[in-house]
């Protein structure tokens, strides 16, 4: 078998043009950027934004990962080809990935195989630029905070919140001091968790952009009141900034099916989910939109729907929750060395972790739910087989999909099965209600979904919800803990019992609307491992990059 | 009088296939942009490099600048267009602007009225965003050392030298303190004065782009020895960043004039010129290259005989000097407010920083020079008059240019004046030889150019001369010092007397082949003005851009 890159490259692309077209779109819809890339215009958006939405969406989500990997986006890009294979017109809707992983362990984020988006190595790398724009809109505020206190400080600084940003997986930028104009401590986060992020992924348009980062909050006054970025008058030239990247950006998958690339806050430090503007020009321009909300259903599907959805009224009509059966084995207590092997009573013990996630799908979101389990060639019959009695027991279906191997025809039982559920009337809910304090939301979601006991905060964070009493009030939160676990300790596997959830600190973004709550000890700055994935890159003789993953 | 982003946003642009046309190269040559802005494709870039140059280059310099203005960029842009306008085939070559400036006091850098590259906001805030892939290849290699030494320091690292980079004025991070994995003092420059950007500017071609960036320094071992980015296998990740970013950019001036822009470094804390594969490619497409070194010749045009030249063999057949009548009065000690006013005996006593500079590229450099006057409609005609006869009585000739206001006709007489003098022989040469020690290079340039009586070194300089001894020979010197006098202290106009080179810090970029030495208080993260224009700048309902300037 060829690596991802290998048949990324080895792949003859459609002109983008050609992929426009199948959504009805123009040359003049385009602003491209070389053959296979393209944002649509600002102009196009609002046009179709002006129209009713007619496709029935599709929210693809997850056990919770493991070192076995799960390959949920290789299952939105296999779904939406199978989907298009099948006559149906659809169309995949995914973040962009970030520049940090890319250069670490995790490697890129177009998928796998025969399911992927291209082209690879340059949505991996820049691609159009979007998360530069949002770095630069970031820290251009950030540079006009020490910049305004140099300068004689008129706004009366007291204390400095707004945090710079990178998109790269730098450690030691975590905690900094800076010595001028004031020494004090501040530090960046990845890109990809910043708050311009979230509001770029929420902004409705270009005026809500606007008015969203004009309410940023970016420290605190010597009288205790919140100094915003509307202050600074900071907002005008951070939409300059992003103007153009606020476009969605259009690609293409392997079999030429279209995708709509936008935004891409990670799901454990951030909301998880790709922009609102995408996902409603999507809605548009298909019959079938296929999403995926980041790491587990516990992360990326909570907040799909307690902070998008919840803020734009947008609500999917089923839910596709993909598992392996290796990393099912791996939640029952296999290590990873073992998992070629059967190992049917592990098997009987991880397919926990998928119940829950089913469960919580259905009883606390109200989603129609099917399974896709996402084949891998060890995978023994009887192994498959004790996986779909159990779904099916649960009133569910498991479809086993070969996308990977195969593309759109290996996903082909599940793209009829989704189109056939997601025309089933749905009821979605949200998981609790707006008027609840935050503690009170806080715990709901970690009781009803992560099956913990209830929830602690840290003093700092106790200080913090006093801090933001008033400002906080009616905002959803924005979970920030680790992906590996329903629990907020990464070792924990499976369904874990006699947890808390642990929240060390809370960060008020009245941008995004939301207050993120940093759980356990996830950083929302990563760090490169020990043998990072940068020392395999090379640019060979003719251009070509080599040793992306 | 309109705004020049009013002007560059009134314009009708032709398509950039039209542009690239008239430069005889076909649609498959490009990488294009949207409508407006292109890069060469690499193979296109390399067929070209394998053919014979045919053009003559001409450079363009100036006097000291001055709060006046000067308009070296607009005198390349309107010169291009006159030499088309006057039959010649003729091609811009500029640097990309930087993002710093844009939201502090200069603001954008594409010219002004009506000799400007288009599209203005695009090329003043991303453009096709190379200066993010610098700042991403920069700021990854500093990720790597930090994270190497976090995972055990194999490589022994005593002390780390390199320091990240952000396109941005955040005189915050001019110096901060890094707390993990050790604690150390390091700091942010602005990308333009990275040493990746004058790597990507002076390289030939990717395999020496590679090259370079492998042996990068980028800190000393308990040993003692030098620790390059290549022990850290840094450059092929680095070099897939800057892969698609190393392609030149094509534009239009606002006459359709094709205009290559490339690269960035500042010319007073970085060497100043845009990518020798910018230059060396439009020598192959036209038959006059009007390019730009930035600042003053004191900077931009030494170092562009000096390092760029030197290194690649390349010659310019001339040069133009612009001067401003308010700028020679403002050397002549005239304040701001009272440049309005004819003031013949402050313009005979400034009129010697103008000729300081002509004797400097004739006599030093060897080049036949020509003076541009950019005419602003204050210039009295006894004010004119006076200095057409100083320049004659030197025997060079003086051209008064109203591009500015007309565009390529106001530029005509100047490029037939050009197209003329390009065709003499002419024997450029460099300044100083490169067996000369670092110090008897500095005092060459201090005391030929600058019109000091010598050089003196810091305790600390000194100290960075004995560590880099050996890897240092033979490597031309880049002076960061004011742009404001021939001097390293701002406040000394025209032709300063009895004033010494002081050099506080020198730093070996051995990637890009060059030794920085840092003069006076110049700093290399500049900082934003108690104003910062950003203030003025907004995105209109209908997504334009307003008050970028």
Same mark, same amino acid.
């Given at each position: 078998?060829?690596?991802?890159?290998?048949i990324?490259?080895?792949?003859?692309?459609?002109?983008?043009?050609?992929?426009?077209?199948?959504?009805?779109?123009?040359?003049?819809?385009?602003?491209v950027?070389?053959?296979?890339m393209?944002?649509?215009?600002?102009?196009?958006?609002?046009?179709?934004?002006?129209?009713?939405s007619r496709?029935?969406?599709?929210l693809?989500?997850?056990?919770?990962?493991?070192?076995?990997?799960?390959?949920?986006?290789?299952?939105t890009?296999?779904?939406?080809?199978?989907?298009?294979?099948?006559?149906?017109?659809?169309?995949?809707?995914?973040?962009?990935?970030?520049?940090?992983?890319?250069f670490?362990?995790k490697?890129?984020?177009?998928?796998?195989?025969?399911a992927?988006?291209v082209p690879?190595?340059?949505?991996?790398?820049h691609?159009?630029?979007d998360?530069?724009?949002?770095?630069?809109?970031?820290?251009?505020?950030?540079?006009?905070?020490?910049?305004?206190?140099?300068h004689?400080?008129?706004?009366?600084?007291?204390?400095?919140?707004?945090?710079?940003?990178?998109?790269?997986n730098?450690?030691?930028?975590?905690?900094?001091?800076?010595?001028?104009?004031?020494?004090?401590?501040?530090?960046?986060?990845?890109?990809?968790?910043?708050?311009v992020?979230?509001i770029?992924?929420?902004?409705?348009?270009?005026?809500?952009?606007?008015?969203?980062?004009?309410r940023?909050?970016?420290?605190?006054?010597?009288?205790?009141?919140?100094?915003?970025?509307?202050?600074?008058?900071?907002e005008?030239?951070?939409?300059?900034?992003?103007?153009?990247?606020?476009?969605?950006n259009?690609?293409?998958?392997?079999e030429?099916?279209?995708?709509l690339?936008?935004?891409?806050p990670f799901?454990?430090?951030?909301?998880?989910?790709?922009?609102?503007?995408?996902?409603?020009?999507?809605?548009?321009?298909a019959?079938y939109?296929?999403?995926?909300?980041?790491?587990?259903?516990?992360?990326?599907?909570?907040?799909f729907?307690?902070?998008?959805?919840?803020?734009?009224?947008?609500?999917?009509?089923?839910?596709?929750?993909?598992?392996?059966?290796?990393?099912?084995?791996?939640h029952?207590?296999?290590?990873v060395?073992d998992l070629?092997?059967e190992?049917?009573?592990?098997?009987a013990?991880?397919?926990?972790?998928?119940?829950?996630?089913?469960?919580n799908?259905?009883q606390?979101?109200?989603?129609?739910?099917?399974?896709?389990?996402?084949?891998? &060639?060890?995978?023994?019959? *009887?192994?498959?087989?004790q +996986?779909r009695a #159990?779904?099916? $027991?649960? %009133?569910?279906?498991?479809? !086993?999909?070969?996308?990977?191997?195969?593309?759109?025809?290996g996903?082909?039982?599940?793209?009829?099965?989704v189109?056939?559920?997601?025309?089933?009337?749905?009821?979605?809910t949200?998981?609790?209600?707006?008027?609840?304090?935050?503690?009170e939301?806080?715990?709901?979601?970690?009781?009803?979904?992560?099956?913990?006991?209830?929830? &602690?905060?840290?003093?700092? *964070?106790?200080?913090?919800? +006093?801090?933001? #009493?008033?400002? $906080?009030? %009616?905002?959803?939160?924005? !979970?920030?803990?680790?992906?590996?676990?329903?629990?907020?300790?990464?070792?924990?596997?499976?369904?874990?019992?006699?947890?808390t959830?642990h929240?060390?600190?809370l960060?008020?973004?009245?941008?995004?609307?939301?207050?993120?709550?940093?759980?356990?000890?996830?950083?929302?700055?990563?760090?490169l491992?020990k043998?990072?994935?940068?020392?395999?890159?090379?640019?060979d003789?003719?251009?070509?990059?080599?040793?992306?993953?």
């Open positions: 078998m060829s690596s991802d890159i290998e990324a490259q080895a792949a003859t692309l459609r002109p983008i043009h050609d992929i426009a077209q199948r959504l009805g779109l123009a040359p003049t819809d385009l602003h950027y070389g053959q296979h393209a944002k649509l215009t600002q102009a196009t958006v609002n046009h179709l934004h002006s129209q009713p496709a029935k969406l599709i693809v989500t997850a056990i919770n990962p493991t070192p076995a990997g799960e390959g949920k986006t290789t299952t890009v296999g779904l939406t080809d199978a989907l298009n294979l099948a006559g149906y017109q659809a169309l995949a809707c995914l973040r962009e990935p970030s520049l940090g992983p890319v670490g362990m490697g890129g984020a177009t998928g796998g195989g025969y992927q988006v690879m190595e340059n949505i991996n790398l691609f159009t630029g998360f530069h724009a949002i770095s630069a809109a970031n820290n251009l505020l950030a540079a006009l905070v020490d910049n305004h206190i140099y004689g400080n008129a706004l009366q600084f007291d204390q400095v919140s707004w945090r710079r940003c990178m998109d790269m730098d450690r030691a930028l975590r905690r900094i001091t800076i010595n001028q104009p004031t020494s004090y401590d501040t530090g960046f986060d990845i890109t990809v968790a910043s708050e992020m979230a770029f992924c929420l902004a409705t348009d270009l005026a809500d952009l606007t008015r969203r980062l004009g940023v909050q970016v420290g605190v006054s010597q009288q205790g009141k919140p100094i915003l970025a509307s202050d600074l008058q900071a005008g030239a951070m939409t300059a900034l992003l103007k153009d990247a606020f476009q969605p259009l690609v293409q998958t392997l030429g099916s279209p995708a690339l936008h935004g891409g799901a454990n430090i951030a909301h998880g989910c790709n922009s609102l503007v995408a996902t409603q020009t999507a809605l548009r321009l019959d939109v296929v999403t995926e909300a980041g790491f587990g259903a516990d992360l990326g599907a909570e907040k729907m307690d902070i998008k959805c919840r803020q734009s009224g947008l609500r999917p009509d089923m839910a596709v929750v993909v598992a392996t059966v290796r990393a099912l084995k791996y029952g207590g296999v290590e060395a070629n092997s190992n049917l009573p592990a098997l013990v991880g397919i926990d972790n998928l119940k829950k996630h089913v469960d799908m259905r606390h979101f109200g989603l129609p739910v099917l399974v896709a389990l996402n084949h891998f &060639t060890q995978d023994t019959e *009887a192994e498959v087989a +996986l #159990a779904v099916e $027991s649960w %009133g569910s279906s498991l479809h !086993v999909c070969k996308h990977w191997a195969e593309g759109g025809k996903a082909l039982e599940l793209a009829h099965a189109a056939a559920l997601a025309q089933q009337p749905a009821n979605p949200l998981l609790y209600e707006d008027h609840l304090s935050l503690p939301k806080l715990t709901v979601i970690a009781q009803s979904l992560y099956g913990a006991d209830g929830v &602690t905060l840290s003093e700092l *964070a106790q200080k913090q919800l +006093l801090d933001m #009493a008033g400002a $906080s009030d %009616g905002l959803p939160v924005c !979970v920030a803990k680790t992906q590996y676990s329903l629990s907020s300790d990464a070792k924990l596997r499976n369904v874990p019992q006699n947890h959830l929240v060390r600190e960060r008020l973004s009245r941008g995004a609307g939301f207050v993120v709550a940093i759980c356990g000890d996830i950083m929302t700055m990563p760090g491992p043998q990072p994935a940068s020392g395999r890159i090379a640019v003789d003719s251009g070509r990059i080599l040793g992306l993953s």
